[in-house]
């Protein structure tokens, strides 16, 4: 098993600019999750889905779109990208029905920077 | 609202020492409680969590983390420290009532020689 993988590990932006960060995931899970790790502020949720076709929103959605069309794969869109969006992402997968109950397998991350 | 807090960004401590990370946590029902680990320039790890049961958890590499309800804690503990622990530590708790996992800050350990 690869576990969780990520695309790119670094991107430079430019204000305004779009892009897609890739997660994909080879363990069959359910729960998938976008984080974003800042400074002294920990990780964030950003948005995460409890299955293929379902998502719902974290403590910091605003600017970023997500969609689950397959179990394995769970992309996040920066629709555009902004200064307050420069961080590292990780994204997180967990098996069974109880979600955030249970074990985050993570990936390596991805370091943004926009500018 | 469900929140965790690290209270110090640093822990130093030398090799073969024991070592204790603090995590006290704030949520309305029964807590679970988790603890992850980050080196650098890689994704978190789990180390342990806390559901129900014992209060003291046993994780991995030697790590455990003993669960106080009264004092509202997780401290994360190791008998005795490796340079190799070196690293990153997060504490997250999930309230059953939300859907979602809230980490704290997290604490920097750094084991010396």
């Known amino acids: 098993n690869a576990g969780v993988t990520q695309t790119p590990k670094f991107q430079v932006l430019k204000t305004g600019q779009s892009m897609t960060l890739q997660c994909a995931q080879d363990m069959n899970h359910e729960y998938m999750s976008w984080y974003r790790q800042d400074p002294g502020m920990g990780l964030r949720l950003i948005h995460y889905?409890?299955?293929?076709?379902?998502?719902d929103q974290g403590e910091v959605p605003n600017g970023y779109n997500v969609s689950r069309s397959t179990t394995e794969d769970f992309p996040l869109r920066l629709l555009s990208a902004a200064p307050s969006q420069t961080s590292v992402y990780f994204c997180?997968?967990?098996?069974?029905?109880?979600?955030?109950?249970?074990?985050?397998?993570f990936g390596p991350g991805t370091r943004l920077l926009v500018l | 609202a469900q929140s965790v807090a690290q209270p110090e960004d640093q822990v130093n401590v030398a090799e073969g020492n024991p070592l204790t990370v603090k995590c006290t946590y704030s949520v309305s029902g029964n807590p679970y409680l988790f603890w992850y680990v980050q080196y650098p320039n890689r994704g978190l790890q789990f180390l342990l969590k806390y559901i129900t049961g014992d209060n003291l958890v046993k994780g991995s590499y030697g790590f455990e983390a003993e669960f106080n309800k009264s004092q509202t804690s997780f401290h994360l503990k190791k008998p005795s420290a490796l340079v190799s622990d070196s690293a990153l530590y997060f504490c997250a708790v999930r309230d059953p009532g939300f859907q979602k996992l809230v980490f704290g800050t997290g604490t920097r350990l750094l084991v010396s020689p």
């Open positions: 889905s409890v299955g293929a076709g379902i998502t």
């Open positions: 997180a997968s967990s098996a069974g029905d109880r979600g955030f109950e249970e074990t985050q397998y």
